[in-house]
Every structure is written in structure tokens, then in C-alpha cells.
């Protein structure tokens, strides 16, 4: 464990990683081309999610669900713990409940069903029209305590986070990186770190950073509008109980309600 990994990306996934990886005492240096989180990371829904809304791929949704009990277990302080509805509100959502209870129980995420007037009393804004509940184990979180916290436990182990550096090429020997080409972008120098290995946790730019290395890594970058009210409408998060579509979670976070996401796929994350 005396290997130097350098970690390119800021976001919740190099975090996360740098933190693993420190606390097993490997030297770690993590490369950010902005401030921390200014990828996708930082602008997220905030939603922690119970699997639920992935029931239908099974495999996925337990993963899900795995993963939200983990970090509730190592971070508890990281998230509202407040749970989530999947909200019938007309024909096509109540034909899907069978199929999303069914899904959510081979998958093993804990849910439990709730008739209009439960929903209506743990929830009093919710539409008056709804015609059945499931409760579920979402949470919420603020995504940069999220980041923030996973670098804190990484640098009180050692790690060297180094925001608006941007990786901008490789020195490759022998079919291996060598070096990686560092811009840092506060004093406009380029320096070469060395690195035994080289963890892209790039997200949306994985296939651009991977370019610069001559590979490919196939990425549809999916970008998305959400809208965040000035107010706290609710408690749990709020979902349509249906198959994932535009617009149909809204999740409730400190003092304010966000109501999201779109999702269409482009060409460049830039
Ligand atoms: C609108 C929207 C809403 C979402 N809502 C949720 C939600 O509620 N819950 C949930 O779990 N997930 C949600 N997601 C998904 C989640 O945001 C992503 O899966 C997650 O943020 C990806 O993290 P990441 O660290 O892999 O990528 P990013 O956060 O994008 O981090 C990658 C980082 O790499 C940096 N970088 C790029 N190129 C270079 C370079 N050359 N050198 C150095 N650094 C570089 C970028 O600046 C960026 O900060 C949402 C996604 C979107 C788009």
C-alpha cells in the first residue's frame, strides 16, 4: 500500500474513492479541474435512493438499496433519514403498484403499502386525488457535506486534494501510464505528477479523459433541469408511482422542496 493513485474527478464518486483508498494507506493525490463538486455532483436532486425507483432491473435495485443502507451506516449524519411515497394518482399508476410491490420484494428494499387517508395524514400536502401509497426507504442529503465530508476523512488520512488542477494528458510507457499532465488553473503552470495507477472518476468527461489516453470509454452524458422552491412542502420524498419519467420525484431538504429532474442525452457534457 505504498502505490500513488492519483484520482482524477471531484465529484461524489472521486471522493468517495480517495476516502477508500487513504483509509487503506495507499498515497493518494486527487486531481479536480474545478472547485469540488462542480461536475454533476454539485447539482444533483439529492435524493438517496431506496432502489425503488430502479425495480425494473432487480439486480440493480437491491444493488440500490444495499448501497443506501451502507452510507446510511457510515455517514449517518450525512442524510435527512426521512423516507420516501410512491404516490398513485390516477389509473396507469394503481396498475403499476402490483408490479413495483412485486419487484421491490424480490429485490428485498423493505416498503410497506398505505391507503389514501395514511398518506394524507403523514403527508397533508400531498394531492388530495391520490388513490394508494407505498412507503419506502429514500433519503435525502446535501451533496457537497456529501463530498466534503468523504475528502475531510481522506486528508485526515493523508490524501492531497488538489482542486482546479485538470488533467490534460498522460506520459504512456511501455502501454502503461507513466505521469499524469496536470494545468493547475490558479497559476496557469503545467507539471507532470507521477502515479502508479490512475483512477478516472471522471463521470460525464470519463470518455474524454480516457481519449487523452488513447481509449474509449462509451458515455451518454444526460444532463437535467430541476426546480427548487423557496419552501418545505413536505417531509418524506414525494415520487409518482409509475415508471421512471420527466419530472416526478420532488424530494425535501433542509428548507426547501426540488422538484425534478428532465433528462435528455448530449453530445458533450461541456
Ligand atoms: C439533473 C440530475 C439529477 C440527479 N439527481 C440524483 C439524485 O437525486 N440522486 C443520485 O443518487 N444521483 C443523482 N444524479 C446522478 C448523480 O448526480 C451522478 O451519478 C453523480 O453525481 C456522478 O458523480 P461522479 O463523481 O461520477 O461525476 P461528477 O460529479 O461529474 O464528477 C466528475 C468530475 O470530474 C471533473 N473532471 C472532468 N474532466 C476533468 C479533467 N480533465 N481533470 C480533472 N477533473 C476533471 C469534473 O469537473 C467533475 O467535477 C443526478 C444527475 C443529474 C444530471
Not at 171 to 181: H, L, P, Q
Request: overall charge neutral.
Amino acid at each position: 500500500m505504498t502505490k500513488h493513485v492519483v484520482v482524477i474527478g471531484g465529484g461524489v464518486t472521486g471522493a468517495a474513492i480517495a476516502y477508500d483508498l487513504a483509509q487503506r494507506g495507499a498515497r493518494v493525490t486527487l486531481l479536480e479541474r474545478g472547485s469540488i463538486g462542480s461536475g454533476t455532483s454539485g447539482r444533483t436532486h439529492g435524493l438517496l435512493h431506496s432502489g425503488c425507483r430502479y425495480v425494473a432491473d432487480v439486480d440493480v435495485a437491491r444493488e440500490c438499496y444495499l448501497e443506501n443502507v451502507t452510507l446510511r451506516k457510515i455517514a449517518p449524519f450525512l442524510f435527512e433519514k426521512n423516507g420516501g411515497l410512491f404516490v398513485a394518482i390516477d389509473e396507469s399508476d394503481l396498475k403499476y403498484k402490483d408490479f413495483f410491490l412485486k419487484k421491490c420484494e424480490e429485490a428485498g428494499i423493505p416498503v410497506k403499502e398505505l391507503d389514501r387517508n395514511e398518506a394524507l395524514r403523514l403527508e397533508p400536502n400531498l394531492n388530495p386525488g391520490l388513490k394508494a401509497a407505498v412507503l419506502v426507504p429514500d433519503g435525502t442529503f446535501d451533496p457537497l457535506k456529501v463530498m466534503l465530508s468523504f475528502l475531510a476523512s481522506a486528508k485526515l488520512h493523508g490524501a492531497d486534494i488538489r482542486p482546479f488542477s485538470e488533467v490534460v494528458g498522460f506520459r504512456i510507457e511501455s502501454g502503461a501510464i507513466k505521469a499524469v499532465r496536470v494545468l493547475d488553473k490558479t497559476s496557469e503552470r503545467e507539471y507532470e505528477l507521477e502515479a502508479d495507477y490512475v483512477v478516472n472518476a471522471t463521470g460525464a468527461w470519463a470518455n474524454k479523459v480516457a481519449r487523452l489516453a488513447g481509449l474509449s470509454v462509451p458515455v451518454k452524458p444526460s444532463p437535467g433541469v430541476m426546480v427548487a422552491l423557496n419552501a418545505r412542502i413536505g417531509h418524506r420524498v414525494f415520487n409518482r408511482l409509475n415508471k421512471p419519467g420527466d419530472g416526478d420525484i420532488i424530494i425535501h431538504q433542509r428548507g426547501t422542496s426540488v422538484i425534478g429532474t428532465t433528462s435528455w442525452v448530449v453530445e458533450d457534457p461541456d
